[in-house]
């Protein structure tokens, strides 16, 4: 199964079940993301980091109240707790009348391509050179 599949799926399932718990409906997101970094001062390297990072988000309706909670952590533990705490919520704050989810006939369909993310991370060779390039041009300015 593909990322993507097994994101929907869990996505899909944690809506399901925050119906379960007492949540009128439920809206989630899942992002995932990476990062690649490189600092050097002097011709000399300072840092190297790459990160990597997966995040949800579930917001539940009650009625006209509605939490929204988020996690990093996505063991079925975290979830069920993630579940729990969102629906504690929605039920404790006060209602609000423009709270509820868009309608579907309202959504975007088609979608632009905005090249928004490059798939392809770069080396950390690369990463140096760069770096190596950019302050080499700095310093070349009196």
């Given at each position: 199964m593909a990322a993507n599949d097994a994101?929907?799926?869990?996505?899909?399932?944690?809506?399901?079940?925050?119906?379960?718990?007492g949540a009128d409906a439920a809206d989630a997101l899942y992002a995932e993301g990476v990062s690649v970094s490189h600092s050097q001062r002097l011709g000399k390297t300072e840092k190297l980091e790459r990160a990597e990072g997966r995040d949800l988000g579930l917001r539940v309706f009650?009625?006209?109240?509605?939490?929204?909670?988020?996690?990093?952590?996505?063991?079925?533990?975290?979830?069920?707790?993630?579940?729990?705490?969102?629906?504690?919520?929605?039920?404790?704050?006060?209602?609000?009348?423009?709270?509820?989810?868009a309608d579907p006939d309202m959504l975007a369909r088609d979608f632009p391509a905005l090249d928004l993310a490059d798939p392809n991370e770069p080396a950390p060779e690369t990463l140096i050179a760069h770096a190596k390039a950019a302050e080499e041009a700095a310093l070349a300015v009196k």
């Open positions: 994101s929907l799926d869990l996505l899909i399932d944690l809506i399901a079940r925050a119906k379960r718990a009650i009625g006209k109240r509605q939490a929204i909670v988020a996690s990093s952590d996505q063991s079925p533990k975290a979830l069920a707790g993630l579940i729990e705490r969102a629906v504690a919520m929605a039920k404790a704050v006060p209602e609000d009348p423009f709270c509820g989810l």
